[in-house]
């Protein structure tokens, strides 16, 4: 150990007010997240979402619920046939387009290997980069080189230093 211990208490306040406990109540499970994926391939009506993930019936009406509550789709009477439902997503489902891009990227990494499919740009039909945390400035960066800052006093709440890399 480094000899700087983390300062618990301040730890446990600025974890009371993280966002992330909340986003992962709305969409950390694994149905919420093949959901969103068929949202972001195409998917609307509730049939075609359960006929692609496999999912059973009473599930996928939970997650979509939630998910519609939750502001991440919008579900709405289709024109064509007014006993069906399309779901689509908000402007705040589609700003979680990084955060599945970034699972999926991992999970070829790190889990399953490299996928048949592929993301690729559509102007340029070359595939996406991998996703990484950068700096203002582009620099990729490592946890090593983050640090917690207060946005109300500016003041440094916790710094990461490579022998005490802890997130």
């Known amino acids: 150990m480094s000899g700087i211990e983390p300062d618990i208490e301040a730890f446990r306040a600025a974890a009371l007010r993280c966002p992330l406990p909340e986003a992962i109540?709305?969409?950390g499970e694994k149905w919420a997240f093949l959901i969103l994926r068929g949202a972001l391939n195409g998917l609307q009506h509730f049939e075609q979402f359960q006929a692609g993930l496999g999912i059973a019936r009473n599930?996928?009406?939970?997650?979509?619920?939630?998910?519609?509550?939750?502001?991440?789709?919008?579900?709405?009477?289709?024109?064509?046939?007014?006993?069906?439902?399309?779901y689509s997503l908000t402007d705040k489902g589609e700003a979680?387009?990084?955060?599945?891009?970034?699972?999926?990227?991992?999970?070829?990494?790190?889990c399953h290997g490299p996928s048949d499919i592929q993301l690729a740009d559509q102007q340029t039909g070359k595939p996406v980069k991998t996703l990484r945390?950068?700096?203002?400035?582009?620099?990729?960066l490592a946890l090593s080189d983050l640090m917690w800052i207060d946005r109300r006093t500016g003041?440094?709440?916790r710094r990461h230093q490579a022998s005490d890399a802890k997130l």
């Open 96 to 110: 979680l387009l990084p955060v599945v891009v970034a699972l999926r990227q991992w999970g070829e990494e790190w």
């Open 155 to 157: 003041a440094t709440l």
């Open 133 to 140: 945390l950068r700096a203002e400035d582009g620099r990729e």
């Open 25 to 27: 109540e709305l969409i």
């Open 59 to 86: 599930i996928l009406s939970d997650r979509l619920s939630k998910m519609v509550d939750g502001g991440i789709l919008a579900r709405a009477s289709d024109p064509a046939d007014g006993r069906k439902k399309i």
